[in-house]
Protein backbone atom coordinates (compact mmCIF):
# COMPACT_ATOMS: atom_id res chain seq x y z
CA UNK A 1 0.00 0.00 0.00
CA UNK A 2 1.44 3.31 -0.95
CA UNK A 3 -1.27 5.24 1.00
CA UNK A 4 -3.87 4.96 4.25
CA UNK A 5 -6.98 3.19 3.29
CA UNK A 6 -9.32 5.18 5.59
CA UNK A 7 -12.94 3.27 6.15
CA UNK A 8 -15.60 5.87 7.00
CA UNK A 9 -19.19 5.30 7.62
CA UNK A 10 -21.87 4.81 10.03
CA UNK A 11 -22.01 3.40 13.52
CA UNK A 12 -22.87 -0.14 12.57
CA UNK A 13 -21.64 -0.05 9.39
CA UNK A 14 -19.23 -2.97 9.47
CA UNK A 15 -15.60 -1.33 9.79
CA UNK A 16 -14.01 -2.60 12.23
CA UNK A 17 -15.47 -5.98 10.81
CA UNK A 18 -14.17 -5.24 7.55
CA UNK A 19 -11.19 -3.73 8.65
CA UNK A 20 -9.97 -7.49 10.91
CA UNK A 21 -10.78 -9.50 7.97
CA UNK A 22 -8.01 -7.32 5.71
CA UNK A 23 -5.58 -8.49 8.62
CA UNK A 24 -3.53 -5.21 7.45
CA UNK A 25 -2.07 -3.83 10.09
CA UNK A 26 -4.82 -1.89 11.56
CA UNK A 27 -5.16 1.90 13.40
CA UNK A 28 -8.34 2.49 14.82
CA UNK A 29 -9.32 6.07 16.31
CA UNK A 30 -12.26 4.60 18.33
CA UNK A 31 -9.58 2.70 20.60
CA UNK A 32 -7.34 6.00 21.98
CA UNK A 33 -10.38 7.99 22.09
CA UNK A 34 -11.72 7.29 25.18
CA UNK A 35 -15.77 7.13 25.03
CA UNK A 36 -16.00 9.04 28.46
CA UNK A 37 -15.03 11.62 26.98
CA UNK A 38 -18.23 11.69 25.60
CA UNK A 39 -19.20 12.89 28.76
CA UNK A 40 -17.62 15.89 29.11
CA UNK A 41 -19.27 16.86 25.59
CA UNK A 42 -19.15 16.01 21.98
CA UNK A 43 -16.95 18.67 21.17
CA UNK A 44 -13.93 17.48 23.22
CA UNK A 45 -14.56 13.56 22.03
CA UNK A 46 -13.72 15.65 18.67
CA UNK A 47 -10.58 17.52 19.15
CA UNK A 48 -9.56 14.09 21.16
CA UNK A 49 -10.57 11.97 17.79
CA UNK A 50 -8.79 14.62 15.66
CA UNK A 51 -5.36 14.77 17.48
CA UNK A 52 -5.55 11.15 17.63
CA UNK A 53 -6.06 10.69 13.82
CA UNK A 54 -3.28 13.30 13.03
CA UNK A 55 -0.88 11.16 14.43
CA UNK A 56 -1.95 8.18 12.96
CA UNK A 57 -1.59 9.36 9.21
CA UNK A 58 1.89 9.89 10.02
CA UNK A 59 2.06 6.04 10.44
CA UNK A 60 3.43 4.03 8.11
CA UNK A 61 0.40 3.07 4.90
CA UNK A 62 -2.06 1.09 6.84
CA UNK A 63 -5.68 0.58 7.29
CA UNK A 64 -7.83 3.46 9.21
CA UNK A 65 -10.44 2.22 10.95
CA UNK A 66 -11.91 5.87 11.86
CA UNK A 67 -15.08 6.52 14.65
CA UNK A 68 -18.71 7.31 12.06
CA UNK A 69 -18.48 11.09 13.26
CA UNK A 70 -14.76 11.68 12.50
CA UNK A 71 -15.37 13.29 8.73
CA UNK A 72 -17.47 16.46 10.95
CA UNK A 73 -14.38 17.87 11.42
CA UNK A 74 -13.12 19.84 8.55
CA UNK A 75 -9.23 19.20 9.73
CA UNK A 76 -9.79 15.11 9.53
CA UNK A 77 -11.62 15.72 6.08
CA UNK A 78 -8.19 17.72 5.21
CA UNK A 79 -6.09 15.16 6.55
CA UNK A 80 -8.09 12.30 5.16
CA UNK A 81 -7.78 13.91 1.06
CA UNK A 82 -3.91 14.11 1.90
CA UNK A 83 -3.28 10.90 3.17
CA UNK A 84 -5.79 8.68 2.58
CA UNK A 85 -7.50 6.37 0.02
CA UNK A 86 -11.16 6.87 2.08
CA UNK A 87 -13.70 4.06 1.44
CA UNK A 88 -17.14 4.50 2.48
CA UNK A 89 -18.76 1.41 3.92
CA UNK A 90 -22.56 2.62 2.65
CA UNK A 91 -24.53 0.58 4.46
CA UNK A 92 -28.57 0.99 4.85
CA UNK A 93 -29.66 2.69 8.10
CA UNK A 94 -31.61 -0.19 9.57
CA UNK A 95 -29.21 -2.67 9.29
CA UNK A 96 -27.01 -0.20 11.04
CA UNK A 97 -29.61 0.60 14.02
CA UNK A 98 -29.66 -2.79 14.35
CA UNK A 99 -26.46 -3.25 14.75
CA UNK A 100 -25.49 -0.63 17.27
CA UNK A 101 -28.96 -0.17 19.16
CA UNK A 102 -28.18 -1.66 23.06
CA UNK A 103 -24.44 -0.89 22.60
CA UNK A 104 -22.40 1.59 24.68
CA UNK A 105 -22.40 4.13 21.52
CA UNK A 106 -23.53 7.44 23.29
CA UNK A 107 -25.21 8.40 19.90
CA UNK A 108 -27.19 4.90 19.42
CA UNK A 109 -29.54 5.18 22.13
CA UNK A 110 -32.69 6.86 20.79
CA UNK A 111 -33.68 5.48 17.27
CA UNK A 112 -35.43 8.49 15.74
CA UNK A 113 -31.93 10.94 16.56
CA UNK A 114 -30.03 7.43 15.00
CA UNK A 115 -32.17 8.21 11.90
CA UNK A 116 -31.87 12.12 11.32
CA UNK A 117 -27.49 11.89 11.94
CA UNK A 118 -27.45 8.98 9.79
CA UNK A 119 -29.16 11.34 6.87
CA UNK A 120 -27.00 14.57 8.07
CA UNK A 121 -23.72 12.51 7.85
CA UNK A 122 -24.69 10.66 4.15
CA UNK A 123 -23.44 14.01 2.55
CA UNK A 124 -20.02 14.26 4.42
CA UNK A 125 -19.51 10.64 3.82
CA UNK A 126 -20.29 11.14 -0.15
CA UNK A 127 -17.80 14.32 -0.35
CA UNK A 128 -14.53 12.17 1.44
CA UNK A 129 -15.25 8.97 -0.28
CA UNK A 130 -12.92 8.10 -3.14
CA UNK A 131 -14.75 4.74 -3.31
CA UNK A 132 -18.05 3.35 -2.26
CA UNK A 133 -18.38 -0.04 -0.70
CA UNK A 134 -21.45 -1.81 -0.13
CA UNK A 135 -19.70 -4.61 1.94
CA UNK A 136 -16.42 -6.58 3.02
CA UNK A 137 -15.97 -7.65 -0.37
CA UNK A 138 -15.48 -4.13 -1.60
CA UNK A 139 -13.53 -2.94 0.69
CA UNK A 140 -11.15 -6.07 0.26
CA UNK A 141 -11.00 -4.48 -3.24
CA UNK A 142 -10.67 -0.85 -2.74
CA UNK A 143 -7.85 -1.87 -0.42
CA UNK A 144 -5.64 -3.45 -2.85
CA UNK A 145 -6.70 -0.92 -5.73
CA UNK A 146 -8.98 -3.34 -8.00
CA UNK A 147 -12.24 -1.67 -9.20
CA UNK A 148 -14.64 -4.18 -10.68
CA UNK A 149 -17.36 -2.62 -12.42
CA UNK A 150 -19.32 -3.12 -16.01
CA UNK A 151 -18.18 -0.58 -18.48
CA UNK A 152 -15.08 0.25 -16.35
CA UNK A 153 -12.94 0.26 -19.67
CA UNK A 154 -15.24 3.61 -20.70
CA UNK A 155 -13.31 5.28 -18.03
CA UNK A 156 -9.83 4.20 -17.99
CA UNK A 157 -8.42 7.73 -18.34
CA UNK A 158 -10.22 8.34 -14.64
CA UNK A 159 -8.34 5.85 -12.97
CA UNK A 160 -5.00 7.22 -14.01
CA UNK A 161 -2.81 10.23 -13.92
CA UNK A 162 0.43 11.64 -15.60
CA UNK A 163 1.43 10.01 -19.23
CA UNK A 164 0.57 6.57 -20.12
CA UNK A 165 1.99 3.99 -22.59
CA UNK A 166 -0.93 1.20 -23.37
CA UNK A 167 0.52 -2.04 -23.62
CA UNK A 168 -2.00 -5.13 -25.27
CA UNK A 169 -1.96 -7.98 -27.61
CA UNK A 170 -3.39 -8.54 -31.14
CA UNK A 171 -6.63 -10.16 -30.49
CA UNK A 172 -7.03 -7.97 -27.33
CA UNK A 173 -6.29 -4.90 -29.24
CA UNK A 174 -8.25 -5.40 -31.94
CA UNK A 175 -11.10 -6.11 -29.92
CA UNK A 176 -11.03 -3.55 -27.02
CA UNK A 177 -7.96 -1.13 -28.13
CA UNK A 178 -9.45 1.40 -29.74
CA UNK A 179 -12.13 1.76 -26.65
CA UNK A 180 -8.96 1.95 -24.37
CA UNK A 181 -7.31 4.44 -26.56
CA UNK A 182 -10.02 6.66 -26.63
CA UNK A 183 -11.08 6.21 -22.78
CA UNK A 184 -7.40 7.21 -22.51
CA UNK A 185 -7.87 10.40 -24.40
CA UNK A 186 -4.76 12.96 -23.93
CA UNK A 187 -3.05 10.94 -21.44
CA UNK A 188 -2.14 7.89 -23.80
CA UNK A 189 1.37 8.74 -25.62
CA UNK A 190 1.94 5.30 -27.28
CA UNK A 191 0.60 1.66 -28.15
CA UNK A 192 2.81 -1.14 -27.79
CA UNK A 193 2.51 -4.70 -28.98
CA UNK A 194 3.02 -8.05 -27.37
CA UNK A 195 2.57 -11.52 -28.85
CA UNK A 196 -0.91 -13.21 -27.98
CA UNK A 197 -0.52 -15.91 -25.61
CA UNK A 198 2.62 -17.52 -23.86
CA UNK A 199 5.07 -16.14 -26.81
CA UNK A 200 4.72 -12.18 -24.36
CA UNK A 201 6.60 -14.16 -21.98
CA UNK A 202 9.38 -14.41 -23.04
CA UNK A 203 12.81 -12.51 -23.24
CA UNK A 204 12.47 -11.58 -26.80
CA UNK A 205 9.39 -9.91 -26.17
CA UNK A 206 10.20 -8.59 -23.29
CA UNK A 207 13.38 -7.12 -25.52
CA UNK A 208 11.58 -5.35 -27.42
CA UNK A 209 9.09 -4.00 -24.99
CA UNK A 210 12.27 -2.22 -22.96
CA UNK A 211 13.99 -1.00 -26.02
CA UNK A 212 10.74 0.49 -27.39
CA UNK A 213 9.03 2.28 -24.15
CA UNK A 214 9.44 5.99 -23.70
CA UNK A 215 8.26 6.93 -20.41
CA UNK A 216 9.75 8.40 -17.67
CA UNK A 217 9.66 7.90 -14.22
CA UNK A 218 5.72 9.92 -13.62
CA UNK A 219 4.23 7.68 -16.46
CA UNK A 220 2.10 4.34 -16.22
CA UNK A 221 2.37 1.02 -18.21
CA UNK A 222 -1.31 0.02 -18.64
CA UNK A 223 -1.64 -3.66 -19.57
CA UNK A 224 -4.61 -4.51 -21.90
CA UNK A 225 -5.25 -8.27 -21.97
CA UNK A 226 -5.08 -11.79 -20.77
CA UNK A 227 -2.69 -12.98 -18.04
CA UNK A 228 0.36 -13.55 -20.23
CA UNK A 229 -0.23 -9.83 -21.84
CA UNK A 230 -0.32 -8.60 -17.72
CA UNK A 231 2.90 -11.12 -16.44
CA UNK A 232 4.73 -10.00 -19.03
CA UNK A 233 3.81 -5.97 -19.19
CA UNK A 234 3.78 -5.78 -15.18
CA UNK A 235 7.42 -7.46 -15.32
CA UNK A 236 8.50 -4.80 -17.63
CA UNK A 237 6.72 -2.23 -15.53
CA UNK A 238 8.43 -3.76 -12.51
CA UNK A 239 12.00 -3.77 -13.74
CA UNK A 240 12.01 -0.44 -16.72
CA UNK A 241 13.74 2.40 -14.68
CA UNK A 242 14.15 0.20 -11.60
CA UNK A 243 10.16 0.19 -11.70
CA UNK A 244 7.40 2.43 -12.84
CA UNK A 245 3.75 2.22 -12.21
CA UNK A 246 1.36 0.01 -13.94
CA UNK A 247 -2.05 -0.76 -14.40
CA UNK A 248 -3.67 -4.46 -15.40
CA UNK A 249 -7.32 -4.03 -17.54
CA UNK A 250 -7.51 -7.81 -17.34
CA UNK A 251 -9.91 -9.24 -20.22
CA UNK A 252 -9.66 -13.23 -19.48
CA UNK A 253 -11.85 -14.83 -16.87
CA UNK A 254 -8.25 -16.16 -15.68
CA UNK A 255 -6.90 -12.67 -15.34
CA UNK A 256 -9.98 -11.13 -14.04
CA UNK A 257 -10.12 -13.54 -11.12
CA UNK A 258 -6.47 -14.60 -10.67
CA UNK A 259 -3.20 -13.08 -12.55
CA UNK A 260 -4.29 -9.37 -12.41
CA UNK A 261 -4.53 -9.50 -8.96
CA UNK A 262 -2.02 -9.84 -6.03
CA UNK A 263 1.35 -8.05 -7.63
CA UNK A 264 3.43 -11.04 -9.29
CA UNK A 265 4.45 -10.45 -12.85
CA UNK A 266 7.07 -13.25 -14.35
CA UNK A 267 8.07 -14.03 -17.69
CA UNK A 268 9.06 -18.20 -18.67
CA UNK A 269 12.40 -19.48 -19.35
CA UNK A 270 13.07 -22.80 -21.39
CA UNK A 271 13.73 -24.67 -18.02
CA UNK A 272 10.34 -23.54 -16.69
CA UNK A 273 7.12 -21.22 -16.39
CA UNK A 274 7.38 -17.89 -14.74
CA UNK A 275 11.13 -18.47 -13.33
CA UNK A 276 11.79 -15.01 -13.90
CA UNK A 277 9.78 -11.99 -12.19
CA UNK A 278 9.26 -9.77 -9.74
CA UNK A 279 6.23 -8.73 -6.77
CA UNK A 280 5.45 -5.73 -7.95
CA UNK A 281 2.07 -4.15 -6.96
CA UNK A 282 -0.05 -2.13 -9.23
CA UNK A 283 -1.26 1.14 -9.18
CA UNK A 284 -4.84 -0.14 -9.83
CA UNK A 285 -6.58 -3.26 -11.31
CA UNK A 286 -9.67 -1.94 -13.51
CA UNK A 287 -11.78 -5.16 -14.34
CA UNK A 288 -14.55 -4.58 -16.67
CA UNK A 289 -16.57 -7.60 -16.32
CA UNK A 290 -18.37 -6.90 -19.98
CA UNK A 291 -14.68 -7.43 -21.29
CA UNK A 292 -15.77 -11.25 -21.16
CA UNK A 293 -18.31 -11.16 -23.72
CA UNK A 294 -15.92 -11.68 -26.48
CA UNK A 295 -13.66 -14.10 -25.14
CA UNK A 296 -13.60 -17.57 -26.49
CA UNK A 297 -15.20 -20.25 -25.18
CA UNK A 298 -12.29 -22.40 -24.84
CA UNK A 299 -10.69 -19.27 -22.81
CA UNK A 300 -13.83 -19.10 -20.50
CA UNK A 301 -13.56 -22.52 -19.65
CA UNK A 302 -9.79 -22.42 -18.82
CA UNK A 303 -11.26 -19.24 -16.20
CA UNK A 304 -13.80 -21.48 -14.84
CA UNK A 305 -10.60 -23.73 -13.26
CA UNK A 306 -9.56 -21.13 -11.13
CA UNK A 307 -13.33 -19.78 -10.22
CA UNK A 308 -13.81 -23.22 -9.15
CA UNK A 309 -10.76 -23.60 -6.96
CA UNK A 310 -12.03 -20.41 -5.67
CA UNK A 311 -15.33 -21.42 -4.75
CA UNK A 312 -14.00 -24.26 -2.88
CA UNK A 313 -11.44 -22.32 -1.12
CA UNK A 314 -14.81 -20.34 -0.13
CA UNK A 315 -17.01 -22.47 0.57
CA UNK A 316 -19.69 -20.54 -1.76
CA UNK A 317 -21.23 -21.04 -5.22
CA UNK A 318 -18.97 -18.55 -7.42
CA UNK A 319 -20.06 -19.96 -10.40
CA UNK A 320 -23.49 -20.07 -10.82
CA UNK A 321 -24.38 -17.24 -11.62
CA UNK A 322 -20.57 -16.27 -11.97
CA UNK A 323 -19.21 -13.59 -9.53
CA UNK A 324 -15.93 -12.10 -10.78
CA UNK A 325 -16.64 -9.26 -7.98
CA UNK A 326 -16.36 -12.30 -4.89
CA UNK A 327 -13.46 -13.99 -6.62
CA UNK A 328 -11.68 -10.82 -7.30
CA UNK A 329 -12.34 -9.68 -3.75
CA UNK A 330 -11.04 -13.13 -2.18
CA UNK A 331 -7.79 -12.92 -3.87
CA UNK A 332 -7.11 -9.08 -3.02
CA UNK A 333 -7.58 -10.03 0.67
CA UNK A 334 -5.72 -12.84 0.62
CA UNK A 335 -2.76 -11.31 -1.33
CA UNK A 336 -3.30 -8.54 1.22
CA UNK A 337 -2.88 -10.60 4.25
CA UNK A 338 0.27 -12.62 2.87
CA UNK A 339 1.58 -10.18 -0.26
CA UNK A 340 5.01 -12.14 -0.42
CA UNK A 341 3.64 -16.02 -0.54
CA UNK A 342 4.82 -17.00 3.08
CA UNK A 343 1.83 -18.39 4.61
CA UNK A 344 -1.68 -18.13 3.46
CA UNK A 345 -1.59 -17.19 -0.30
CA UNK A 346 -0.46 -20.67 -0.81
CA UNK A 347 -3.99 -21.98 -0.40
CA UNK A 348 -4.62 -20.93 -3.58
CA UNK A 349 -2.25 -23.70 -5.05
CA UNK A 350 -4.95 -25.70 -4.71
CA UNK A 351 -5.02 -28.34 -6.95
CA UNK A 352 -1.89 -27.12 -8.83
CA UNK A 353 1.19 -28.95 -7.74
CA UNK A 354 -0.69 -31.85 -9.43
CA UNK A 355 -1.64 -29.92 -12.51
CA UNK A 356 1.96 -28.34 -12.83
CA UNK A 357 3.19 -31.92 -12.93
CA UNK A 358 0.73 -32.98 -15.71
CA UNK A 359 1.57 -29.53 -17.91
CA UNK A 360 5.29 -30.16 -17.17
CA UNK A 361 4.99 -34.10 -18.41
CA UNK A 362 3.36 -32.82 -21.50
CA UNK A 363 6.14 -30.43 -21.96
CA UNK A 364 3.49 -27.54 -21.87
CA UNK A 365 2.33 -28.84 -25.13
CA UNK A 366 -1.36 -30.25 -25.76
CA UNK A 367 -2.69 -30.09 -21.87
CA UNK A 368 -4.07 -26.55 -21.08
CA UNK A 369 -3.52 -25.17 -17.36
CA UNK A 370 -7.38 -24.78 -17.29
CA UNK A 371 -8.00 -28.79 -17.81
CA UNK A 372 -4.60 -29.51 -15.68
CA UNK A 373 -6.18 -27.87 -12.67
CA UNK A 374 -9.65 -29.41 -13.30
CA UNK A 375 -7.83 -33.13 -12.89
CA UNK A 376 -5.74 -31.49 -9.86
CA UNK A 377 -8.94 -30.32 -8.06
CA UNK A 378 -10.31 -33.46 -8.59
CA UNK A 379 -7.63 -35.03 -7.06
CA UNK A 380 -6.91 -32.20 -4.15
CA UNK A 381 -10.54 -32.90 -3.64
CA UNK A 382 -9.95 -37.15 -3.02
CA UNK A 383 -7.58 -36.96 -0.71
CA UNK A 384 -9.29 -34.23 0.93
CA UNK A 385 -11.92 -36.90 1.74
CA UNK A 386 -14.29 -34.84 0.37
CA UNK A 387 -16.57 -34.90 -3.18
CA UNK A 388 -16.08 -34.53 -6.49
CA UNK A 389 -19.25 -33.36 -7.84
CA UNK A 390 -18.65 -30.17 -8.84
CA UNK A 391 -15.71 -30.17 -10.09
CA UNK A 392 -17.42 -33.30 -12.01
CA UNK A 393 -19.98 -31.37 -13.38
CA UNK A 394 -18.75 -27.47 -14.27
CA UNK A 395 -14.90 -28.65 -15.16
CA UNK A 396 -15.35 -32.47 -16.86
CA UNK A 397 -11.70 -32.85 -16.25
CA UNK A 398 -10.65 -35.70 -18.99
CA UNK A 399 -7.51 -37.69 -17.87
CA UNK A 400 -4.40 -36.60 -19.88
CA UNK A 401 -1.84 -39.04 -22.05
CA UNK A 402 1.34 -37.92 -20.40
CA UNK A 403 4.33 -39.80 -19.50
CA UNK A 404 3.33 -41.61 -15.74
CA UNK A 405 6.84 -41.23 -14.61
CA UNK A 406 7.53 -37.73 -15.96
CA UNK A 407 4.55 -35.97 -14.16
CA UNK A 408 5.78 -38.52 -10.84
CA UNK A 409 8.88 -37.15 -11.17
CA UNK A 410 7.72 -33.50 -11.73
CA UNK A 411 5.53 -33.81 -8.83
CA UNK A 412 8.66 -34.26 -6.70
CA UNK A 413 10.80 -31.70 -7.80
CA UNK A 414 7.69 -29.08 -6.49
CA UNK A 415 8.97 -26.54 -4.76
CA UNK A 416 6.80 -26.81 -1.81
CA UNK A 417 7.76 -30.45 -1.00
CA UNK A 418 9.89 -30.42 2.25
CA UNK A 419 12.78 -33.70 2.58
CA UNK A 420 11.18 -36.75 0.99
CA UNK A 421 7.37 -35.73 1.86
CA UNK A 422 5.24 -33.96 -0.21
CA UNK A 423 2.98 -31.53 0.55
CA UNK A 424 -0.04 -30.22 -0.49
CA UNK A 425 -2.90 -28.46 -0.03
CA UNK A 426 -6.07 -29.65 1.09
CA UNK A 427 -9.69 -29.01 2.13
CA UNK A 428 -9.98 -29.58 5.95
CA UNK A 429 -13.14 -29.25 7.63
CA UNK A 430 -12.33 -25.70 9.35
CA UNK A 431 -11.42 -24.80 5.49
CA UNK A 432 -8.52 -24.83 3.40
CA UNK A 433 -5.40 -25.88 4.80
CA UNK A 434 -1.50 -25.62 3.63
CA UNK A 435 2.12 -27.39 3.72
CA UNK A 436 -0.34 -30.82 4.64
CA UNK A 437 2.05 -33.86 4.30
CA UNK A 438 0.44 -36.47 2.47
CA UNK A 439 2.05 -39.92 2.17
CA UNK A 440 3.49 -40.89 -1.12
CA UNK A 441 1.72 -44.04 -2.11
CA UNK A 442 -1.75 -41.55 -2.06
CA UNK A 443 -0.38 -39.18 -3.63
CA UNK A 444 1.15 -41.80 -6.44
CA UNK A 445 -2.24 -43.61 -6.42
CA UNK A 446 -4.43 -40.08 -6.77
CA UNK A 447 -1.71 -38.65 -9.82
CA UNK A 448 -2.04 -42.43 -11.55
CA UNK A 449 -5.81 -41.57 -11.93
CA UNK A 450 -5.60 -37.98 -13.61
CA UNK A 451 -3.40 -39.91 -16.73
CA UNK A 452 -5.41 -41.30 -19.72
CA UNK A 453 -3.67 -45.16 -21.02
N1 LIG B 1 0.54 -13.48 -11.93
C1 LIG B 1 -0.29 -14.36 -11.43
O1 LIG B 1 -0.57 -14.36 -10.24
C2 LIG B 1 -0.91 -15.37 -12.35
C3 LIG B 1 -2.00 -16.13 -11.91
C4 LIG B 1 -2.60 -17.00 -12.81
C5 LIG B 1 -2.12 -17.13 -14.11
N2 LIG B 1 -1.05 -16.37 -14.50
C6 LIG B 1 -0.53 -16.46 -15.89
O2 LIG B 1 -1.57 -16.08 -16.78
C7 LIG B 1 -1.28 -16.70 -18.05
C8 LIG B 1 -2.58 -17.23 -18.63
O3 LIG B 1 -3.51 -16.17 -18.76
P1 LIG B 1 -4.69 -16.24 -19.82
O4 LIG B 1 -5.35 -17.55 -19.72
O5 LIG B 1 -5.51 -15.02 -19.67
O6 LIG B 1 -3.90 -16.27 -21.21
P2 LIG B 1 -3.75 -15.20 -22.42
O7 LIG B 1 -3.27 -13.91 -21.94
O8 LIG B 1 -2.92 -15.89 -23.42
O9 LIG B 1 -5.23 -15.05 -22.97
C9 LIG B 1 -5.84 -16.17 -23.56
C10 LIG B 1 -6.26 -15.88 -25.01
O10 LIG B 1 -7.47 -15.14 -25.00
C11 LIG B 1 -7.32 -13.94 -25.74
N3 LIG B 1 -8.19 -12.96 -25.07
C12 LIG B 1 -8.01 -12.45 -23.82
N4 LIG B 1 -9.03 -11.65 -23.51
C13 LIG B 1 -9.88 -11.65 -24.55
C14 LIG B 1 -11.14 -11.02 -24.81
N5 LIG B 1 -11.75 -10.27 -23.88
N6 LIG B 1 -11.70 -11.23 -26.01
C15 LIG B 1 -11.11 -12.03 -26.93
N7 LIG B 1 -9.96 -12.65 -26.74
C16 LIG B 1 -9.33 -12.47 -25.56
C17 LIG B 1 -5.86 -13.63 -25.75
O11 LIG B 1 -5.49 -12.87 -26.85
C18 LIG B 1 -5.26 -15.04 -25.79
O12 LIG B 1 -5.22 -15.49 -27.11
C19 LIG B 1 -0.25 -17.77 -17.80
O13 LIG B 1 0.99 -17.39 -18.35
C20 LIG B 1 -0.14 -17.85 -16.28
O14 LIG B 1 1.14 -18.19 -15.84
C21 LIG B 1 -0.46 -15.50 -13.65
ZN1 LIG C 1 -3.87 -21.58 -11.99
New binding site residues.
Given amino acids: MKKHVALVGFMGAGKTTAAQKLGAPTLASDDRTPIELFEQGEEAFRAHETAVIEELVQAPPSVLDLGGGAVTVPRVRELLKEHATVVWLDVDVDTCWQRAQGTDRPLAHDEAAFRRLYDERRALYEEVADVRARDVHDVALAAAGVVVENGALQKLGSYVDGPVALVT ?1 P ?2 GG ?2 GMDAQLALGSKLTATHELP ?3 EA ?1 TLTALDRLWQTLRLDRQGTLVAL ?5 T ?1 AAGFAAATYLRGIDWLPVP ?2 L ?2 QV ?2 AI ?1 G ?3 IDLPQG ?2 LVGAFHWPARVVVDPL ?2 D ?3 VR ?1 RQ ?1 GMAEVVKTGLLLGENVWEPLDVRRCAAFKSAICLRDPHDDGERKQLNLGHTFAHALEAAARYEGVT ?1 GRAVALGLKAALKLSGRDTAVVDELLKPKPVKVDRELAWQAMQRDKKNVGGELRLVLLGDDGPQWDVPVPRDDVRAALDELIAG
Avoid: M, Q, Y
Fill in positions: DNVIHAGEKGGGCTDTSVADAGKTAKNLLTLPEEH
